[in-house]
């Protein structure tokens, strides 16, 4: 009978399992997608076929889904350091505009040969976004003010300023539909089609990142003060010090992204050149479950819904659903990694 | 001007043959790329066309009559079945992604219908197979042409329509950026007020969007709140000719007649029609003769007024047609001497300015205020 | 302490008020119950005793309809019954009073009292509900200030508050879940004759603990869980406390007097190892939570700190460990001056710390068994070499300290709250014993743990003491606190109220101590 079987959760899921379980829920919504798709009319084998081809099919195809990979790989990163310590940046979308408004600065007004504008952006980038976090940085230190809050505030504050230069003092005077600043003319040069050198920029940051946390007596502490700060203040380690470092860390990686989009992809600071990275860094971050490494992979999948978002989009599907299966994904996955920790037993009565 | 509407198909072709010989422009070309080979020509039923709009195609306005342009091609080619349509392409890289998807799935011509610039040139430069129109665009490449109306004559007409009408001299603007169509678009509107009302004043409100109809209603507000009794603006909606219905003053448009959304306020629109230009176009890409080139489209050939609103007084229209009427006939009136907002002599005395100084017009004449120069 | 329980048989003749037939509850690898059966008659207040994870609780929940039974039946006043939640239950006349209370803090008691309850008014001013909670609560006998927050209650008063919420209710049988671990002796003995007044009403009583004294001194009748089954139902009278424990663990338990030195044991040492002259610290809240405190551990000895929890324990060993800043005075350890050093420092000069609540401070319970064991010697090879943090060798270290603490781990990968709370306990241990080589600063080690495990880890205590550590045991069990000290001090509201040598103490004397007289108070007061 029914009743002799019995759902038995278990303290920690095997990782076999649990990747298993993760592979399924994006199947699943896929498949779901494809219902939902199919009811609408569409034929989703079809709209599948053109996905994969358009995606893998032609280095056209991996080179758009490289060219979303880097930002959403260091605003996924940036998040997931953050976590390191038992913070949230949601701010990443705030930090990706200053790192895009600081290299814009440099590379508008600093005269000087490419390259060395070019590292100079770099820095400006990084230290724009470590700027832009440190507000909520210190709150969080000395008065343990919220930082969930503080840094989603000033993301509407980056917005708004990157629009009001882009379209004000730094506009470019001519032949524009729309407001931009002028055309940047260091840029990050390419080396795959429109894939810039950005994109191993990015995977050495985390690389480096994830050997950092793992491999250093640092990491060790940061990810104590991060999972629970009476232990770590308990043993000895200085927190307070670990969390402002390591906030200024994200911010800066986040900053980073913002820097490569600016010199590497877009070449003209405007409003909205976050494209929501620092947003959708968040769900890459909640889908690598505080791995650095982890990143890589759901970044990878995050780019590949994105892409596919505007191929179906060719197809007369609307942005929408691609939202819908974005959500999906995420919902299913939650679902996933959950079961993951049960397993069903038969009782000998 | 001829009617190219009431040509058949056939007859529409021969003619465009013979007009890239003759004086006759049917589409106000500019100038045409220099050593460009033209494009080979594809069978009708092989070609794919891709089309990336600002806004939804139920806009009513902007992105609707490129849409009507797409529905003419259709109809005018009927074996062309291969057309792909993309609705909000946003102005950031995802316009490059959405172009170079339509590369990928076999695009023989492209239209941007609102500029996006450098993110379709990215495009462009990779595919050179592909033939890339851009609406607004201001780059000329071997594959790449631009076109755009001449929208300031039609404007200065409904200026003219809004130095009669204004009772306060108080005219105000709701801009979408501080870009060359919208300052071109402000000085013609207050040099046609001020042949009336030379105190005539406008006064703009940058919103940063083509299509945010809550925006829009807001700056209209704050216009008429500042004593504002004739609202004009580039939108590609409704927003702040309901806001002058409301409030009980003047409203005049772009792109189509919705008069519908305050019969009372609505003074005229600047009307477009891209369905010729389309038409022709993609003709010449099929036959194998498209060549990039720069076009404006002219007053009464893709751009106009429309219609003058039910309670605009029989006087005033006719005063304002008659502004027209020159215009047909080869007048301008944007001529020197004409002074910017500082007072200082951008054009000198009896200067014409042309057509393209008109089109990459950057800073403001006197009488306007709020776009930052 | 041990006066004779009324002797209690139940009458002849008289239903049980509450029977449980063969009650069975299985959890995920787990037999939480089974084969359970238990009558409890009118007039009676029957103890559960049993080890931690013995299925005291367990089978208090499904009689309360939090859980439901797999197996088994539950006889209510004759009648067959099931629960579907704790709303049936209570409806049924049966009512539970949490470990943990579950009151709103930022409610009144009379709000408190009138959550969640269907005969609460629609409409009500708080004078009205303040009025109902003042007559309840003389209707019950139970002293509870309506108007009160619950904020600003103490402990017994929130206690008092939870028992009024569940007697009001209309409950005939009164569940309470280890009430005493939070009450002063006094505030005890006030519970034991409120429970006294309700059965004599016709009333029943639950009374979880696996406190032996308490329970033979309260509790007519007595059940003996062990792995989920029950052992014995015994009367009170018939037992006492040797055999329970031997009942609950199955094996003789000795919980004796482990003062003595064995053969090669550390001499206790001339100069303190570590001394505290008039130090003074502020809690969290900033407000001054330690006074004066003048306390010097000498090598080789133990020296209790009693007290009812809240008194300042919590930030003493904090300061005994350089988790907390002394606000004034001097700390010494082993003759050198430690002001200004944090907790790191005082590891590296030996003192160990078993720190009151090991999930909330003593460690990261999300992350694996190994980051949790290397946690005071990550720092030092083999583990970091030149800061490059080795994690095998941090694997190994921590293997090795698991086999010290005799605990069985099947991934040193997985998150260490999947261990249970003595294995928890043992590993901090002796995590802590490698680095005490001067002091260890051992709080509540024994708290939340059954006996056995109790054992091991006074066994390790005595253990470190006689390799030639200071000990400084903080403990509310007086009897473990008797059993293992040399002196016992006694905290009250932050203050060192009296140090006595333990020898031939009287347990009245600490219990005046520990609500806030002085000795010499004590004095006047016999003479």
Same mark, same amino acid.
């Given at each position: 009978?029914?009743?002799?079987?019995?759902?038995?959760?278990?303290?920690?899921?095997?990782?076999?399992?649990?990747?298993?379980?993760?592979?399924?829920?994006?199947?699943?919504?896929?498949?779901?997608?494809?219902?939902?798709?199919?009811?609408?009319?569409?034929?989703?084998?079809?709209?599948?076929?053109?996905?994969?081809?358009?995606?893998?099919?032609?280095?056209?195809?991996?080179?758009?889904?490289?060219?979303?990979?880097?930002?959403?790989?260091?605003?996924?990163?940036?998040?997931?350091?953050?976590?390191?310590?038992?913070?949230?940046?949601?701010?990443?979308?705030?930090?990706?505009?200053?790192?895009?408004?600081?290299?814009?600065?440099?590379?508008?007004?600093?005269?000087?040969?490419?390259?060395?504008?070019?590292?100079?952006?770099?820095?400006?980038?990084?230290?724009?976004?470590?700027?832009?976090?440190?507000?909520?940085?210190?709150?969080?230190?000395?008065?343990?003010?919220?930082?969930?809050?503080?840094?989603?505030?000033?993301?509407?504050?980056?917005?708004?300023?990157?629009?009001?230069?882009?379209?004000?003092?730094?506009?470019?005077?001519?032949?524009?539909?729309?407001?931009?600043?002028?055309?940047?003319?260091?840029?990050?040069?390419?080396?795959?089609?429109?894939?810039?050198?950005?994109?191993?920029?990015?995977?050495?940051?985390?690389?480096?990142?994830?050997?950092?946390?793992?491999?250093?007596?640092?990491?060790?502490?940061?990810?104590?003060?991060?999972?629970?700060?009476?232990?770590?203040?308990?043993?000895?380690?200085?927190?307070?010090?670990?969390?402002?470092?390591?906030?200024?860390?994200?911010?800066?990686?986040?900053?980073?992204?913002?820097?490569?989009?600016?010199?590497?992809?877009?070449?003209?600071?405007?409003?909205?050149?976050?494209?929501?990275?620092?947003?959708?860094?968040?769900?890459?971050?909640?889908?690598?479950?505080?791995?650095?490494?982890?990143?890589?992979?759901?970044?990878?999948?995050?780019?590949?819904?994105?892409?596919?978002?505007?191929?179906?989009?060719?197809?007369?599907?609307?942005?929408?659903?691609?939202?819908?299966?974005?959500?999906?994904?995420?919902?299913?996955?939650?679902?996933?990694?959950?079961?993951?920790?049960?397993?069903?037993?038969?009782?000998?009565? | 001007?001829?009617?190219?509407?009431?040509?058949?198909?056939?007859?529409?072709?021969?003619?465009?043959?013979?007009?890239?010989?003759?004086?006759?422009?049917?589409? &106000? /070309?500019?100038?045409?790329?220099? $050593?460009?080979?033209? !494009?080979?020509? =594809?069978? *009708?039923?092989?070609? #794919?066309?891709?089309?990336?709009?600002?806004?939804?195609?139920?806009?009513?306005?902007?992105?609707?009559?490129?849409?009507? &342009? /797409?529905?003419?091609?259709?109809? $005018?080619?009927?074996? !062309?079945?291969? =057309?792909? *349509?993309?609705?909000? #392409?946003?102005?950031?890289?995802?316009?490059?992604?959405?172009?170079?998807?339509?590369?990928?799935?076999?695009?023989?011509?492209?239209?941007?219908?609102?500029?996006?610039?450098?993110?379709?040139?990215?495009?462009?430069?990779?595919?050179?197979? #592909?033939?890339?129109?851009?609406?607004?665009?201001?780059?000329?490449?071997?594959?790449?042409?631009?076109?755009?109306?001449?929208?300031?004559?039609?404007?200065?007409?409904?200026?003219?329509?809004?130095?009669?009408?204004?009772?306060?001299?108080?005219?105000?603007?709701?801009?979408?950026?501080?870009?060359?169509?919208?300052?071109?678009?402000?000085?013609?509107?207050?040099?046609?007020?001020?042949?009336?009302?030379?105190?005539?004043?406008?006064?703009?409100?940058?919103?940063?969007?083509?299509?945010?109809?809550?925006?829009?209603?807001?700056?209209?507000?704050?216009?008429?709140?500042?004593?504002?009794?004739?609202?004009?603006?580039?939108?590609?909606?409704?927003?702040?000719?309901?806001?002058?219905?409301?409030?009980?003053?003047?409203?005049?448009?772009?792109?189509?007649?919705?008069?519908?959304?305050?019969?009372?306020?609505?003074?005229?629109?600047?009307?477009?029609?891209?369905?010729?230009?389309?038409?022709?176009?993609?003709?010449?890409?099929?036959?194998?003769?498209?060549?990039?080139?720069?076009?404006?489209?002219?007053?009464?050939?893709?751009?106009?007024?429309?219609?003058?609103?039910?309670?605009?007084?029989?006087?005033?229209?006719?005063?304002?047609?008659?502004?027209?009427?020159?215009?047909?006939?080869?007048?301008?009136?944007?001529?020197?001497?004409?002074?910017?907002?500082?007072?200082?002599?951008?054009?000198?005395?009896?200067?014409?300015?042309?057509?393209?100084?008109?089109?990459?017009?950057?800073?403001?004449?006197?009488?306007?205020?709020?776009?930052?120069? | 302490?041990?006066?004779?329980?009324?002797?209690?048989?139940?009458?002849?003749?008289?239903?049980?008020?509450?029977?449980?037939?063969?009650?069975?509850?299985?959890?995920?690898?787990?037999?939480?119950?089974?084969?359970?059966?238990?009558?409890?008659?009118?007039?009676?207040?029957?103890?559960?005793?049993?080890?931690?994870?013995?299925?005291?609780?367990?089978?208090?929940?499904?009689?309360?309809?939090?859980?439901?039974?797999?197996?088994?039946?539950?006889?209510?006043?004759?009648?067959?019954?099931?629960?579907?939640?704790?709303?049936?239950?209570?409806?049924?006349?049966?009512?539970?009073?949490?470990?943990?209370?579950?009151?709103?803090?930022?409610?009144?008691?009379?709000?408190?009292?009138?959550?969640?309850?269907?005969?609460?008014?629609?409409?009500?001013?708080?004078?009205?509900?303040?009025?109902?909670?003042?007559?309840?609560?003389?209707?019950?006998?139970?002293?509870?200030?309506?108007?009160?927050?619950?904020?600003?209650?103490?402990?017994?008063?929130?206690?008092?508050?939870?028992?009024?919420?569940?007697?009001?209710?209309?409950?005939?049988?009164?569940?309470?879940?280890?009430?005493?671990?939070?009450?002063?002796?006094?505030?005890?003995?006030?519970?034991?004759?409120?429970?006294?007044?309700?059965?004599?009403?016709?009333?029943?009583?639950?009374?979880?603990?696996?406190?032996?004294?308490?329970?033979?001194?309260?509790?007519?009748?007595?059940?003996?869980?062990?792995?989920?089954?029950?052992?014995?139902?015994?009367?009170?009278?018939?037992?006492?406390?040797?055999?329970?424990?031997?009942?609950?663990?199955?094996?003789?338990?000795?919980?004796?007097?482990?003062?003595?030195?064995?053969?090669?044991?550390?001499?206790?040492?001339?100069?303190?190892?570590?001394?505290?002259?008039?130090?003074?610290?502020?809690?969290?809240?900033?407000?001054?939570?330690?006074?004066?405190?003048?306390?010097?551990?000498?090598?080789?000895?133990?020296?209790?700190?009693?007290?009812?929890?809240?008194?300042?324990?919590?930030?003493?060993?904090?300061?005994?460990?350089?988790?907390?800043?002394?606000?004034?005075?001097?700390?010494?350890?082993?003759?050198?001056?430690?002001?200004?050093?944090?907790?790191?420092?005082?590891?590296?000069?030996?003192?160990?710390?078993?720190?009151?609540?090991?999930?909330?401070?003593?460690?990261?319970?999300?992350?694996?068994?190994?980051?949790?064991?290397?946690?005071?010697?990550?720092?030092?090879?083999?583990?970091?070499?030149?800061?490059?943090?080795?994690?095998?060798?941090?694997?190994?270290?921590?293997?090795?300290?698991?086999?010290?603490?005799?605990?069985?781990?099947?991934?040193?990968?997985?998150?260490?709250?999947?261990?249970?709370?003595?294995?928890?306990?043992?590993?901090?241990?002796?995590?802590?014993?490698?680095?005490?080589?001067?002091?260890?600063?051992?709080?509540?080690?024994?708290?939340?743990?059954?006996?056995?495990?109790?054992?091991?880890?006074?066994?390790?205590?005595?253990?470190?003491?006689?390799?030639?550590?200071?000990?400084?045991?903080?403990?509310?069990?007086?009897?473990?606190?008797?059993?293992?000290?040399?002196?016992?001090?006694?905290?009250?509201?932050?203050?060192?109220?009296?140090?006595?040598?333990?020898?031939?103490?009287?347990?009245?004397?600490?219990?005046?101590?520990?609500?806030?007289?002085?000795?010499?108070?004590?004095?006047?007061?016999?003479?």
């Amino acid at each position: 009978m029914f009743g002799n079987w019995r759902f038995q959760r278990l303290p920690s899921a095997h990782p076999g399992v649990a990747f298993g379980a993760r592979a399924a829920a994006v199947i699943a919504a896929l498949v779901f997608t494809g219902i939902i798709l199919a009811i609408a009319g569409a034929n989703p084998i079809e709209l599948a076929g053109e996905v994969i081809d358009s995606s893998f099919g032609s280095s056209f195809g991996l080179e758009d889904l490289a060219l979303l990979f880097i930002p959403l790989i260091l605003t996924g990163l940036a998040v997931t350091v953050a976590q390191q310590i038992g913070t949230w940046n949601i701010g990443a979308e705030g930090q990706f505009y200053l790192g895009a408004f600081s290299a814009t600065a440099v590379g508008l007004f600093v005269p000087g040969p490419p390259a060395l504008i070019l590292v100079l952006m770099f820095v400006a980038g990084v230290v724009g976004g470590m700027l832009w976090i440190l507000v909520p940085t210190l709150a969080r230190a000395y008065a343990n003010v919220n930082e969930l809050i503080t840094t989603l505030l000033l993301n509407f504050v980056a917005a708004l300023l990157v629009y009001y230069v882009s379209t004000g003092p730094w506009r470019d005077r001519v032949g524009l539909a729309n407001s931009a600043t002028p055309r940047l003319s260091a840029e990050v040069p390419e080396f795959w089609g429109i894939v810039h050198w950005g994109l191993p920029v990015a995977v050495l940051v985390v690389i480096a990142t994830a050997a950092v946390f793992t491999f250093s007596r640092w990491g060790y502490e940061v990810r104590l003060s991060g999972s629970n700060p009476s232990a770590a203040k308990y043993a000895g380690i200085p927190v307070r010090r670990h969390l402002i470092t390591v906030m200024l860390l994200s911010g800066g990686i986040a900053g980073l992204a913002g820097m490569l989009e600016i010199a590497g992809t877009v070449h003209r600071l405007q409003g909205g050149i976050s494209n929501n990275f620092g947003y959708l860094g968040i769900m890459v971050a909640v889908l690598a479950r505080g791995s650095s490494i982890g990143v890589i992979f759901s970044a990878a999948l995050m780019a590949f819904i994105l892409n596919s978002g505007i191929i179906l989009q060719t197809q007369g599907l609307t942005t929408s659903a691609v939202l819908a299966m974005t959500g999906l994904i995420l919902f299913l996955t939650a679902i996933g990694d959950e079961l993951s920790h049960y397993r069903i037993t038969r009782e000998k009565t | 001007m001829v009617n190219l509407r009431n040509l058949s198909r056939r007859g529409f072709l021969n003619m465009s043959a013979a007009g890239a010989a003759s004086t006759f422009l049917p589409s &106000g /070309l500019m100038r045409q790329a220099a $050593a460009a080979e033209p !494009l080979p020509a =594809i069978k *009708e039923e092989d070609a #794919v066309l891709g089309f990336g709009h600002v806004g939804p195609i139920t806009d009513e306005g902007w992105t609707w009559s490129h849409h009507q &342009g /797409l529905l003419a091609c259709k109809e $005018a080619y009927p074996n !062309l079945k291969n =057309i792909l *349509e993309v609705e909000n #392409v946003p102005y950031s890289s995802d316009a490059t992604r959405t172009y170079r998807q339509f590369v990928k799935e076999g695009a023989n011509m492209i239209f941007d219908t609102s500029s996006t610039g450098d993110f379709l040139h990215e495009v462009v430069k990779r595919a050179p197979e #592909v033939a890339f129109m851009e609406c607004n665009g201001h780059v000329l490449m071997d594959n790449l042409g631009w076109y755009y109306l001449a929208h300031w004559y039609p404007t200065y007409v409904i200026g003219v329509a809004a130095g009669h009408l204004s009772k306060t001299g108080k005219l105000g603007y709701v801009a979408s950026f501080p870009v060359a169509s919208v300052y071109c678009s402000t000085n013609a509107f207050i040099m046609g007020a001020r042949t009336v009302n030379p105190d005539a004043t406008l006064q703009t409100i940058v919103i940063n969007s083509w299509f945010d109809p809550q925006a829009a209603t807001q700056a209209g507000t704050a216009l008429v709140d500042n004593g504002c009794d004739f609202l004009f603006g580039i939108m590609d909606e409704a927003g702040y000719l309901q806001v002058a219905e409301k409030r009980n003053v003047w409203a005049a448009m772009w792109n189509t007649d919705i008069r519908r959304y305050g019969p009372n306020a609505y003074v005229s629109s600047v009307i477009i029609d891209f369905k010729d230009f389309y038409v022709d176009q993609v003709g010449k890409r099929l036959a194998g003769e498209w060549t990039p080139g720069e076009h404006l489209l002219p007053l009464g050939g893709g751009v106009d007024r429309d219609a003058w609103g039910q309670n605009v007084p029989q006087e005033v229209g006719d005063a304002a047609d008659a502004v027209r009427q020159k215009m047909l006939d080869g007048w301008s009136p944007f001529v020197g001497e004409l002074k910017d907002v500082n007072g200082e002599v951008r054009v000198p005395e009896g200067q014409r300015m042309t057509e393209m100084e008109l089109y990459n017009w950057d800073w403001s004449v006197e009488g306007v205020t709020g776009l930052s120069s | 302490m041990n006066e004779a329980a009324p002797h209690f048989t139940p009458p002849a003749g008289t239903p049980p008020i509450v029977q449980l037939k063969g009650i069975a509850k299985y959890f995920p690898g787990v037999i939480a119950n089974q084969d359970v059966d238990l009558e409890v008659y009118p007039g009676e207040i029957h103890a559960l005793l049993g080890e931690n994870g013995a299925g005291k609780s367990t089978l208090m929940n499904i009689l309360t309809g939090i859980y439901q039974a797999d197996a088994g039946e539950i006889i209510i006043d004759g009648y067959k019954r099931e629960f579907a939640s704790p709303q049936q239950a209570i409806a049924a006349g049966i009512g539970m009073v949490h470990q943990h209370f579950k009151l709103v803090q930022a409610f009144t008691v009379a709000e408190n009292i009138h959550l969640g309850w269907d005969e609460t008014p629609r409409r009500a001013s708080a004078a009205k509900l303040e009025r109902r909670t003042a007559d309840l609560a003389k209707r019950f006998n139970l002293q509870v200030r309506p108007g009160a927050r619950i904020s600003d209650l103490s402990t017994g008063e929130q206690q008092r508050v939870e028992i009024l919420r569940v007697l009001a209710r209309q409950a005939r049988v009164l569940i309470l879940d280890e009430p005493t671990a939070v009450l002063t002796p006094a505030e005890a003995r006030e519970l034991f004759s409120a429970l006294r007044n309700f059965v004599a009403e016709g009333n029943a009583v639950f009374f979880i603990s696996h406190k032996l004294d308490e329970v033979l001194e309260i509790s007519d009748r007595i059940t003996i869980l062990r792995g989920g089954r029950k052992i014995a139902t015994e009367k009170a009278s018939d037992c006492d406390p040797r055999m329970l424990a031997k009942l609950m663990v199955g094996r003789d338990i000795v919980l004796d007097d482990m003062r003595a030195r064995p053969q090669g044991a550390a001499p206790v040492s001339k100069e303190p190892v570590l001394s505290l002259k008039n130090v003074t610290a502020r809690g969290d809240d900033g407000s001054p939570a330690l006074h004066d405190i003048n306390l010097a551990v000498h090598a080789g000895e133990i020296v209790g700190v009693a007290g009812v929890a809240g008194n300042g324990q919590r930030e003493l060993s904090q300061v005994l460990t350089g988790v907390r800043p002394a606000a004034s005075g001097q700390i010494v350890v082993d003759g050198k001056p430690m002001s200004g050093r944090n907790a790191a420092a005082y590891a590296a000069g030996g003192i160990g710390h078993i720190p009151e609540d090991r999930l909330h401070s003593g460690l990261a319970p999300a992350l694996s068994i190994t980051i949790n064991a290397v946690m005071r010697e990550y720092m030092k090879p083999p583990i970091t070499n030149a800061g490059v943090y080795n994690p095998g060798a941090a694997t190994a270290l921590s293997k090795e300290i698991a086999e010290a603490a005799d605990v069985m781990i099947p991934d040193y990968g997985m998150p260490i709250r999947n261990l249970s709370g003595g294995n928890q306990q043992r590993l901090v241990a002796r995590r802590e014993m490698r680095i005490a080589n001067k002091v260890l600063v051992a709080a509540y080690p024994s708290r939340g743990l059954d006996v056995g495990a109790i054992n091991t880890m006074l066994r390790y205590i005595v253990e470190l003491r006689d390799a030639g550590a200071g000990i400084v045991l903080i403990s509310e069990e007086l009897e473990e606190l008797l059993n293992l000290s040399d002196r016992i001090a006694v905290l009250y509201e932050g203050r060192i109220m009296g140090e006595l040598e333990n020898q031939n103490i009287d347990i009245d004397e600490i219990g005046l101590l520990m609500g806030g007289r002085t000795q010499s108070e004590k004095t006047r007061e016999v003479a």
